[in-house]
């Protein structure tokens, strides 16, 4: 009995070591010992005192913010290795880096009220607030080196830069610039630096639903998820292409990240489709654009759209509503564009007995999908969304426990709230970074300068402002990670973008959905990357191929700008919805040359022309529309009776043989 209890007690200590691996961050160090304890501990407290403020009170701008990044910047020097040659365990240098992260900040939070109080601009800047704001920035750029790259610590470092030498840069970009002491006075003592609204986001409800995902995950979601996706399409044809589409989606409502949702989802769903049929390269860019599709599904959707809300003003809520029916366009555009591609290489689906049941599923893990649905509700009743995602992932403890496939213990509980700080940190420095850089941008005017620079080029044409944003988010996006690419083109693009005539909100939805393209489009594809590393692919082909299939990430912008995606009649929503789910349909038809069969040329046409008319349906409200929509249906229904009046034998392309 002993000896059985012994191997029961090993097996659960394994499967919670295993869980552990999954959940925590890849890339941090797995640290034991008192240092492993320290970081535990740290990281615990961190997430307790962030719960704690969304049901009691915040302490003010600069404390709560400032308390936020006296626990984050230190955990990443103890967590992330300065370079590939370091050890396995802190330096005295990362020891050094945390201990003067934590004296800064915990000296923001002692003086914040003497900050608070004296005249900006005015008072004198004391020696020492000038030395701990110098620690601050230097702490905060090696902490973003160290977890995202140092493309943004260029970025900060060309802004200070700019900052500084006003005088001397030409035409509309020259400034009076700014002085060393008013800089620094500006990024540390004030809520306009680096402890700006970008930082308060972090520091609150972003962090509670990071911490959302986290405790999905530990309770056993995506396993749910993914099975909830294997029953439901796992048979049909291309299934395991089908199942990528689904499963990214839903965990997407995890973590927001692209990146991850490609190691989590992609290392089942890749080898997959391979073995069924799919050339590595387009089982990459499935899973590269079905990934990406996270963060534009709410209710996460990334760090960017709660600094959207910020910015605009408008309720987290009613953003992530009109956030669903273009999440639910990009998610069937692809899976049309699989679906044709099956067709076309003639592949099956997986057999049904290997599959698990879908009632099976749901009895398992069924009441997982409740807080997700309570969160979207709260949302809904315009509860803030710090006290409504703090609320919810308690609930996913509670709801947890209503089975033991689900049911979290005292050692998974802590391992859920010690991974969502973990999970968390690496936006910290991020954070941090970006509102350094916002802070420097609103110091210097620059965002007007930047207006009318957009306005000259795109002489009046709305159009032409948004290919150019585009275009400029394309650029940015190649080294930035895409929330500081949305910051910094938000800031810059859409002041130009409203003075054209677009509400403040859809001028904030086309940046932030350009700014995601920036993972999957050649040359650098971080997401479209990582995937070609699962797959054996070769990443510029993936790239490529992803941004064939990630159509609608450059068409619904647009449908932004001149559609009704963001009207206030629910009808209006609908029909654009529906008219633009047509022209996803009939487009990869288009696009592939194959519908039941191979397409002759007019029949190719006709496809593409019932495409353009649906997309020219959407354009505008629907008492404008509703011919072209007309039309588009029409030339669709003749284009499948020809394809079926004139059936020709399916060539397998891929296998160089028909098949019967």
């Known amino acids: 009995m002993t000896e059985g209890r012994q191997q029961g007690s090993g097996g659960a200590g394994e499967a919670l070591a295993e869980l552990r691996e999954r959940v925590l961050p890849g890339g941090q160090r797995r640290l034991g010992g008192w240092t492993g304890r320290l970081v535990s501990a740290a990281s615990v407290a961190l997430a307790v005192l962030t719960l704690y403020m969304a049901f009691r009170v915040t302490f003010g701008p600069i404390p709560t913010r400032a308390l936020h990044l006296v626990f984050a910047i230190p955990l990443i020097f103890l967590l992330y290795p300065a370079g590939r040659r370091s050890g396995a365990r802190p330096s005295p240098l990362d020891w050094v880096l945390a201990a003067a992260a934590v004296a800064t900040f915990a000296w923001a939070i002692a003086n914040a009220d003497r900050f608070a109080w004296r005249f900006a601009y005015v008072d004198p800047v004391l020696w020492y607030d000038k030395l701990f704001a110098v620690i601050a920035i230097a702490v905060v750029c090696e902490a973003t080196r160290r977890t995202v790259g140092m493309t943004i610590v260029a970025l900060n470092a060309i802004f200070i830069g700019y900052a500084l030498t006003g005088p001397i840069w030409p035409g509309l970009l020259e400034h009076k610039g700014t002085g060393i002491d008013y800089l620094l006075e500006h990024i540390y003592m004030l809520p306009e630096g680096i402890f700006n609204i970008i930082m308060g986001i972090m520091a609150t409800y972003l962090f509670t639903f990071l911490a959302f995902g986290a405790f999905l995950q530990v309770s056993g979601g995506e396993r749910i998820f993914t099975d909830f996706a294997l029953a439901f399409a796992g048979y049909r044809r291309g299934g395991p292409a089908k199942v990528a589409v689904i499963s990214s989606a839903l965990m997407g409502m995890l973590s927001g990240s692209t990146v991850s949702n490609v ?20 089982a990459a860019a499935i899973e590269s654009t079905a990934s990406l599709g996270g963060a534009l599904t709410p209710p996460v959707m990334g760090a960017g759209v709660f600094i959207m809300s910020a910015f605009t003003g408008e309720p987290l809520g009613k953003i992530l509503i009109y956030s669903i029916g273009p999440a639910i366009l990009y998610y069937a555009s692809l899976y049309f564009y699989i679906d044709i591609k099956a067709r076309k290489k003639n592949l099956a689906g997986l057999p049904r007995e290997s599959l698990p049941g879908m009632l099976d599923v749901l009895r398992v893990g069924g009441h997982l999908f409740v807080p997700i649905a309570v969160l979207i509700y709260l949302m809904v009743l315009d509860f803030t969304p710090f006290l409504a995602s703090a609320a919810c992932v308690i609930l996913v403890f509670v709801v947890g426990l209503a089975k033991r496939e689900t049911r979290m213990g005292p050692r998974r509980l802590l391992l859920a709230i010690e991974a969502s700080t973990r999970s968390a940190i690496t936006l ?49 996006g190649m080294g930035l990670p895409v929330t500081a690419a949305y910051v910094i083109l938000a800031a810059l693009g859409v002041p130009a973008l409203v003075e054209l005539g677009l509400s403040v909100l859809a001028a904030h939805l086309i940046i932030f959905w350009f700014s995601q393209d920036s993972t999957i489009t050649p040359p650098i594809c971080m997401t479209a990357f990582v995937a070609a590393r699962i797959a054996d692919a070769p990443p510029m082909k993936t790239g490529f191929q992803s941004v064939l299939m990630a159509k609608a990430l450059y068409i619904i912008p647009f449908i932004f700008a001149y559609g009704s995606l963001l009207s206030e009649s629910p ?69 499948v009776a020809v394809q079926r009046l004139f059936a ?7 296998e160089g043989r028909e098949a019967g």
Do not use: H
């Open 428 to 476: 910290s420095a991020l954070s941090a970074s970006a509102a350094m850089i916002f802070g420097v941008i609103t110091a210097t005017g620059l965002l007007v300068k930047t207006t009318s620079i957009i306005l000259g080029v795109a002489g009046g044409s709305l159009f032409i402002a948004i290919v150019l944003v585009g275009l400029i988010s394309y650029v940015l």
């Open 648 to 654: 020709r034998r399916p060539v397998v392309l891929g």
């Open 571 to 639: 009808l209006e929503v609908v029909y654009d919805v529906l008219t633009l789910f047509g022209c996803f349909a009939v487009m990869p038809a288009a696009f592939e040359g194959f519908f039941v069969n191979r397409l002759s040329p007019p029949e190719r046409a006709l496809f593409f022309a019932a495409g353009i008319a649906f997309l020219a349906g959407a354009l505008g409200d629907a008492g404008e529309g509703w011919p072209w929509t007309l039309a588009g249906v029409g030339l669709a229904a003749l284009a």
């Open 263 to 282: 190691i989590i989802t992609g290392s089942m769903t890749i080898p997959l489709m391979k073995r069924t049929g799919f050339q590595p390269y387009e």
